[in-house]
Each structure stands twice: as structure tokens, then as C-alpha cells.
């Protein structure tokens, strides 16, 4: 009687919230109050894959549900993107009949990675694929090692395991599980690969599991790469799912040797996320031509790069995480290789949309120095914060005559309209970024 009560509230209060644009969460909270274990009792899809991990949740999960949705399977997923354990009850349960058993084919769930052991404490996906482990949100994450101890308990024995053999941290949940039941993901040695590192900090120097320095044949970028430990033998793991070859500039790569796919996004984030999506369909029997044809040249629809016209600039804004200097990085990276006369605005204003901080020592582990190119005309720095990144620009070596700061982003898109039509790059967060496509001066175009 619980779980049937439990499952009319969730579904009464989704239906309330909906009509009020909101209750993703509060449902799911309020059901779990009233039946405590009802994830347990519930009947879910033979099928349940999980994706977590510190980049690319949302963008791969989005890509499973497009690829298995052409396979004609019934996918339900969290596209709202509420991925603590609320979220994933509400969604479960508003799908479920009063008898407790979901609809659907597949149960696919975006999962927070703090959360993951909260999640799945009454049931376990069938396929859980981990993207990578980065330095994220310290003030709430602490270090990338203690993210992985919140998630391995979360790993079930009969689950199988898709991870990104290039992250040598993320690696480390192979170790103690069932050889068969661990498949890996990866990008030989290409274009993009570097011989040194970049980056502020370098979180790849140390072995996960000796602590003894580690060895690189080749970077793709900050830690991501191929690796191996000396002492203890810890090493970059064959890929089953392989880019075997990559070109960014022209926006293409192939997947094991014999399927082409192009960009529409040319980042080594999105391409990480194909593959990442690539093999987890591939492993729940997806046809390789039906996913050649949905990926290629796909689309994302999360608002992570939206494109707009602003008086006489082509805009494009890229979503980087506040508190993530790694997605900084790969769109500052993304802006250098553009090669185009263009101007750079940054907007730092709200930290974060879920919680209140002013702390910003994680600008300092950003590679603003990727900026001082020729091609850039002019960075912006504007927000609340426009001061704290002014101090961080002082020791980037971009000439104080190429800075402008201002804490208004209404007046940046005024000075940007009245002056000027190189192209425009916005780099900011999910926080902030509507805060600039709202001026009425910013006239939309799509969104990727």
C-alpha cells in the first residue's frame, strides 16, 4: 500500500510542478519520505544503463536515448537532467503504473556522481558507463579520488562497466571486477595527441594505486591519454571501442577502423562523448549503421554551445562548468584553434546555480593563457566577478589594452552591438549564461 501510495503522490506532484515549471526533484523527495525502499519494489526495464563522471553526462546520455529511440526501443530518461537520487525516483515512479512496474525498454539515467552509491542502492544498472574524473567543484567534491570512493560502491558485481580507458583514475574501477564485464573506450594516439602536458596542474603525475610517478606516451588533453606505471605496472587499458583516427580542423573521426563520423562540434569533449555513447549501444546491440547515422553531424539539444547574432558578430557561446577548470580549458582550446579575428568574453557572475559561493581560487587553475593569441582582438571580463578574473588576466601576458572589465553584462552586449563584427566567443556557465542571451540585443540562432 505504501509503494501505491507513494507512486500517486510522485505522480500528483510531477503533474502539480509541471504546470508551474518546476518538480523534477520534490516529487521523487516526497515519495521516498513516505516508502523509504520504494526503488526497490518497483519493476523496472530488463534494460537500465547509467552514465556518470565529472564531464559529459548530460551530452552522452542524450546521444544513448537519440541512438536507442532510432532502434525503435522506448527509452525513459532524466532529460531534465535532476540526477540525485530524488530526480531519479521521481522520474521512475512517474512512469510507473500503481501496480509498481515502469514502462519502457530502457531505464537510462544521468547520475551524479556524489550521489551514485545513494541512487543505486536498491537497484543496479545492467551497464554503467564512466566518463572521466576531474577536479570539480573542490568546495563541494574535494578531490577527484574521493569522487571515486563515492562511486565504486555504487558498482554491482553483475554490472557491466564501460570505462574511459585514457583517464588513468577512472581505470581503476576495473581493478577487483569481472574482466568480462569491463569494456573500455578510448582514442589511439592522433592529431590532437601532445607529447608533453598542458595545463596548470597536472593530476596524471602521480599513479592511482602506488602513488609512484607516472609515464606517458602521449597527452589528448590535461590527464587524459595513454599511460603506465613503472612500479606497479598500472597502465592505459586496450580500447574495445576505439577513435582510431582524428581530425578536428576538418570535423571528423572514425571508430574502430571503419566507421567515419563527422562533428558538428569539432571538441575533443564531444568526441569522447560519441564514443562513450558509441559503446554502450554497441553493447546492447544497436546497429552500426543506424548509429553512424544518428551521430553524424549530431546535433546536441542541451544548450551546451548555442549560436546567436549580435549586431554585427557571429556569436558562439560555450557552456564551461564554473569550478571546472577542465572545461574551460577545451573551449579556450577550442577558441585558439579557430584562427579567425575574433573577440572573447568571459562572465563570471553567479558561481552556481544550485548554491551560493564566492570563492574563486579556481580560476587560478585555469589556462587563460591560451587567450594571448594573435587572432583575439579583445577579451572581455564582465560579472560580479569581473575583478577576480582581472586579477587572474594580470599574469597571463594578454596586453592590458586587449582587457575591457565591467561587471554589467546588459552594457558588454551594448558596447558589442554598437562596435565592430569579428566573430564573438562566450565562454560562461549554465548559471550565467542566459543572463546574456536575454538582452534584447542577442538575437538567437540554434543551439548545440
Known sequence: ????????????????????????????????????????????????????????????????????????????????????????????????????????????????????????????????????????QLSRNGHPEWVYDAILPAIHPETTIVL????????????????????????????????????????????????????????????IGHYSCPQCGHARHAADFAVTALDLGAGRLTINGRRDISLAFKSIYNVYNILAAWSVCALTGADEDLMAGVINNYILKNGRMVTFRLGGHRGTLLTSKHENSIAYDTNLSYIAASERPCTVLVIVDAISR???????????????????????????????????LALRFQYTGIPAERLEVGEDIREAAERLRERGEEDLYVVTCFSDRDKLLECPSVKREGGN
Open 1 to 136: 500500500m505504501r509503494m501505491m501510495l507513494a507512486i500517486v503522490l510522485c505522480k500528483l506532484l510531477r503533474f502539480v510542478g509541471k504546470l508551474v515549471g518546476k518538480g523534477s526533484s520534490l516529487p521523487g523527495q516526497y515519495a521516498l519520505k513516505l516508502c523509504p525502499d520504494v526503488l526497490r519494489r518497483v519493476r523496472l526495464p530488463e534494460r537500465i544503463i547509467a552514465v556518470t563522471g565529472s564531464n559529459g553526462k548530460t551530452s552522452t546520455v542524450e546521444m544513448i536515448a537519440a541512438i536507442l529511440r532510432a532502434q525503435g526501443l522506448d527509452v525513459v530518461y532524466n532529460a531534465e537532467g535532476s540526477n540525485q537520487v530524488e530526480g531519479v525516483a521521481t522520474l521512475i515512479l512517474s512512469h510507473c503504473t500503481l501496480r509498481g512496474r515502469m514502462g519502457g525498454d530502457v531505464l537510462l539515467l544521468e547520475s551524479d556522481e556524489r550521489y551514485a552509491r545513494v541512487s543505486f542502492r536498491h537497484f543496479h544498472p545492467t551497464h554503467f558507463v564512466i566518463t572521466n574524473l576531474y577536479r570539480d
Open 354 to 388: 544550485k548554491y551560493y559561493t564566492g570563492e574563486t581560487s579556481w580560476l587560478w587553475d585555469i589556462d587563460f593563457e591560451r587567450l594571448n593569441a594573435p587572432h583575439i582582438q579583445r577579451v572581455m571580463l564582465y560579472g560580479r566577478y569581473c575583478r577576480d
Open 164 to 223: 574511459n580507458a585514457d583517464d588513468p583514475l577512472v581505470s581503476c574501477f576495473a581493478r577487483g571486477h569481472d574482466p568480462e564485464r569491463v569494456k573500455w573506450f578510448g582514442l589511439d594516439e592522433c592529431s590532437v595527441s601532445i607529447s608533453e602536458h598542458r595545463g596548470v596542474y597536472h593530476d596524471g603525475a602521480r599513479c592511482p594505486v602506488c602513488r609512484g610517478r607516472m609515464d606517458y606516451r602521449c597527452y589528448h588533453y590535461a590527464h
